[in-house]
């Protein structure tokens, strides 16, 4: 049986993905937090009879669930797919750990991204650009494995998860550039530039005023 | 004695494969053209050499023909008087149909005929000229929205890709 021939590859490859599974959740995430380092540790030490057992998939998928439901933060998840990616097996259980663990660390992370609000389309334009980059290493690597169906999958996700960006950035202002021929303070700035001195706090934010009475001459802010 | 319709080459096999037809009344036609862009607004700032153009969406795309129906004795195609009659009323019908042309619109596409002239002369017994303008008929969604629900779409896809990834574990895993 090939799994015994893995055993030294399959150790490395499954206890590093879990360290950076386990890395991505904070310590305030109450119950789901517990649930899901509880079932980390329950593959860490039961990965070998979950692989001959024919219930691995289902336990890995079940961690990255409960990582939502944790609410792990997206950081956190480009930590293990980084990872992943940059994993070199050469066994078959082993390659097939590593492409399982992408499918279900990119849908997992389109799932958080999909609930995410952004505040203007630099922000969103930034996003699709990052996810982008992170689909188009995936696919390279389905390809390479000649995997087709893996293939196709993510190329389908990140097309939905591409037009689900530009369909939420259409409504949402963009970032410019003020340039003011004097130096004023973030509540007269906010009233020349939105009509209404409310978003003086947006501004001093944005810009990371050190002083609200003296802002920089250029300043970016939202269009709207 | 052979006709220039027996040279076959790519173009004219398909102008010849199809033949255009609006809520299913064909006609001929003499020329067509279509007509799209897209809809931007430009903003020009004083003081400043460089205006920013905003994409605002595509522009409908609109189809002109100049079309024509004519007499022949025993035309088997169609009888002229009542297809001219059938031409005029599938035109200014309710509602979007099917424009079929070969060039313009392959298979068909849902249109709507915005407005179309007749035309016959004294000089031409027998023919009657059409000059209609369609405009492809979209769907109907919300101004600010989509009408698909494109969270949905990426929880499929994730789902799909989820159950691909359950299913890659090689058969020689297990015992």
């Known amino acids: ?224 | 004695m052979s006709q220039i319709a027996d040279i076959k080459n790519p173009w004219r096999n398909i102008l010849l494969g199809e033949q255009a037809s609006f809520r299913g009344v064909i006609f001929h036609v003499e020329s067509g053209g279509r007509s799209s862009g897209r809809r931007t607004v430009v903003h020009e700032y004083p003081k400043r050499n460089d205006p920013y153009v905003e994409d605002m969406g595509r522009v409908a795309r609109r189809f002109q023909f100049s079309g024509y129906l004519v007499y022949r004795p025993s035309n088997p195609i169609y009888e002229y008087t009542s297809q001219r009659k059938q031409l005029y009323e599938a035109l200014e019908d309710d509602d979007i149909a099917t424009l079929v042309h070969p060039v313009f619109a392959p298979g068909g596409m849902q249109a709507m005929c915005e407005r179309f002239s007749m035309v016959e002369s004294r000089e031409r017994g027998g023919y009657t000229q059409f000059e209609m303008q369609f405009v492809e008929s979209g769907k109907a969604v919300s101004a600010l929205g989509s009408s698909t629900n494109t969270k949905d779409n990426v929880k499929i896809s994730a789902d799909k890709a989820e159950e691909t990834g359950k299913g890659l574990m090689p058969d020689d895993a297990e015992d």
């Not at chain 1, 692989?51 to 079940?62: D, N, Q």
């Not at chain 1, 000649?146 to 196709?152: G, I």
């Not at chain 1, 934010?205 to 939202?222: D, M, S, T, V």
């Open chain 1, 1 to 224: 049986m090939s799994l015994n021939k893995e055993v030294v590859e399959l150790n490395g490859i499954i206890n590093r993905l879990l360290d950076n599974l386990s890395l991505s959740i904070t310590s305030q995430t109450g119950r789901e937090g517990v649930e899901f380092r509880h079932q980390i540790g329950n593959i860490r030490s039961n990965y070998n009879s979950m692989i001959s057992g024919g219930t691995f998939p289902t336990e890995l998928l079940s961690c990255f669930q409960t990582a939502l439901i944790a609410n792990v933060k997206l950081a956190g998840l480009f930590v293990v797919h980084q990872g992943l990616f940059q994993e070199v097996p050469v066994g078959k259980i082993s390659a097939a750990i590593v492409q399982m663990g992408i499918l279900f660390c990119l849908s997992t992370e389109s799932r958080i991204i999909i609930t995410m609000n952004f505040d203007s389309r630099d922000d969103v334009e930034l996003m699709m650009n990052q996810m982008r980059d992170v689909f188009d290493i995936a696919r390279l690597l389905a390809a390479d494995l000649s995997d087709t169906t893996s293939y196709q999958r993510l190329t389908v996700l990140a097309g939905n998860l591409i037009s689900h960006l530009s369909d939420v950035s259409r409504p949402l202002p963009r970032m410019v550039t003020f340039t003011l021929a004097a130096s004023f303070p973030s509540l007269t700035l906010s009233q020349r530039i939105y009509y209404t001195a409310d978003r003086a706090d947006e501004i001093v934010a944005e810009n990371k005023i050190i002083h609200p009475a003296f802002c920089k001459r250029e300043i970016r802010g939202l269009s709207g």
